[in-house]
């Protein structure tokens, strides 16, 4: 099994750790194999070692599908204006969204990645706080399965291409039916799942301990039966927020901003209270990766400055530990 944490491949990410190679010798020191790198557009590090690499999370538009589709009258509605819309889509047309990511899986696949990453959901700021969805699942994993098989049309299969549950309409590794619907539609010998453990948890707001959290995933995976074993990949961390969410869910706020830049910084800091990634505490999570046999594992923990996401590896890494000796409770 090979194990990261995640970390963007950017100057201003590496700055704390000293130096690439100072933070490659703090993973080994943690039995880690390396980062799932994610790369900044905006502050890319050339000197970034490929060896340092042990799998790759393209980049995501949360909210992309009525870009994607054209929709110019929700397009104005949700930015504002179509000035607005090609600033934050760095482009006009589906097509200048599709260059991003084949230019994105260009440079993975340049790294040598094993894997990618892809995000199937939408959902746009507003739903955020009302949870009432402008498309239905179906709506998301067809826009995707067809983005996605352009993408990797005549691309060399040397990597694995994992799809990424969340809570958003789409993927959410919920109903068994749809899961198959996605992975069947998409035209490529090598796809799988990466099972996000904390979106799972998000999905049911009843949650309350880590505990529930961990029975609810292998209540999801069980319920998955031969589909399970397209699960190639985790990433690993706990999300208890049902609370959080009933309480500040079902309307957009009074105060929200009319700037979309501002609405999104806004949005984001909500976005952090709903979906935790959060260092497992309890030992009884290690069942989870037991169950799956993860091919990648990855510690996808919140970041901070300076050790700050080491020191939530580290936590997690002895909760595993505890329960890999019985130390269950």
Same mark, same amino acid.
């Given at each position: 099994?090979?194990?990261?944490?995640?970390?963007?491949?950017?100057?201003?990410?590496? %700055?704390?750790?000293?130096?690439?190679?100072?933070? !490659?010798?703090?993973?080994?020191?943690?039995?880690?194999?390396?980062?799932?790198?994610?790369?900044?557009? +905006?502050?890319?590090?050339?000197?970034?070692?490929?060896?340092?690499? !042990?799998?790759?999370?393209?980049?995501?538009?949360?909210?992309?599908?009525?870009?994607?589709?054209?929709?110019?009258? =929700?397009?104005?509605?949700?930015?504002?204006?179509?000035?607005?819309?090609?600033?934050? @889509?760095?482009?006009?047309?589906?097509? +200048?969204?599709?260059?991003?990511?084949?230019?994105?899986?260009?440079? !993975?696949?340049?790294?040598?990645?094993?894997? &990618?990453?892809?995000?199937?959901?939408?959902?746009?700021?507003?739903?955020? @706080?009302? @949870?009432?969805?402008?498309?239905?699942?179906?709506?998301?994993?067809?826009?995707?399965?067809?983005?996605?098989? %352009?993408?990797?049309?005549?691309?060399?299969?040397?990597?694995?291409?994992? &799809?990424?549950?969340?809570?958003?309409?789409?993927?959410?590794?919920?109903?068994?039916?749809?899961?198959?619907?996605?992975?069947?539609?998409?035209?490529?010998?090598?796809?799988?799942?990466?099972?996000?453990?904390?979106h799972l948890m998000n *999905? *049911?707001?009843?949650?309350?301990?880590?505990?529930?959290?961990?029975? @609810?995933?292998?209540?999801?995976?069980?319920?998955?039966?031969?589909?399970?074993?397209?699960?190639?990949?985790?990433?690993?961390?706990?999300?208890?927020?049902?609370?959080?969410?009933?309480?500040?869910?079902?309307?957009?706020?009074?105060?929200?901003?009319? +700037?979309?830049? %501002? !609405?999104?910084?806004?949005?984001?800091?909500?976005?952090?209270?709903?979906?935790?990634?959060?260092?497992?505490t309890y030992p009884g999570?290690?069942?989870?990766? +037991?169950?799956?046999?993860?091919?990648?594992?990855?510690? =996808?923990?919140?970041?901070?400055?300076?050790?700050?996401?080491?020191?939530?590896?580290?936590?997690?890494?002895?909760?595993?530990?505890?329960?890999r000796t019985g130390v269950?409770?």
């Amino acid at each position: 099994m090979v194990q990261s944490i995640n970390f963007p491949i950017s100057t201003y990410s590496i %700055e704390p750790y000293g130096s690439w190679d100072r933070l !490659a010798g703090q993973l080994r020191g943690l039995g880690l194999d390396g980062i799932e790198g994610i790369l900044d557009p +905006d502050d890319m590090d050339p000197s970034f070692p490929h060896s340092l690499l !042990a799998g790759y999370h393209m980049i995501f538009y949360p909210d992309w599908l009525d870009f994607y589709r054209q929709n110019t009258s =929700e397009l104005i509605r949700k930015f504002g204006s179509m000035e607005m819309v090609g600033r934050f @889509y760095r482009g006009t047309s589906p097509e +200048d969204l599709m260059q991003q990511f084949r230019n994105d899986l260009a440079y !993975a696949v340049s790294l040598g990645t094993p894997y &990618v990453v892809f995000h199937v959901s939408d959902v746009s700021l507003e739903e955020t @706080y009302t @949870y009432r969805w402008l498309h239905t699942d179906k709506e998301v994993l067809d826009g995707a399965v067809e983005f996605i098989n %352009e993408l990797l049309r005549g691309v060399e299969p040397t990597f694995d291409f994992l &799809v990424e549950n969340q809570w958003w309409p789409g993927f959410t590794f919920t109903e068994p039916e749809k899961t198959e619907y996605l992975l069947s539609g998409i035209e490529y010998p090598r796809v799988g799942i990466m099972l996000d453990t904390g979106h799972l948890m998000n *999905n *049911n707001r009843r949650i309350r301990t880590q505990k529930q959290g961990a029975d @609810y995933i292998l209540d999801m995976i069980h319920s998955h039966g031969e589909l399970s074993k397209h699960i190639l990949g985790m990433h690993f961390h706990q999300s208890v927020s049902g609370s959080y969410v009933r309480k500040s869910t079902g309307k957009v706020p009074d105060d929200f901003p009319e +700037d979309y830049y %501002e !609405a999104f910084a806004v949005q984001y800091s909500h976005i952090l209270m709903i979906d935790r990634h959060r260092p497992w505490t309890y030992p009884g999570c290690v069942r989870i990766i +037991d169950e799956v046999c993860p091919k990648y594992l990855t510690h =996808e923990l919140s970041s901070g400055p300076g050790r700050t996401q080491l020191t939530a590896v580290r936590r997690q890494l002895d909760t595993i530990r505890k329960g890999r000796t019985g130390v269950i409770k």
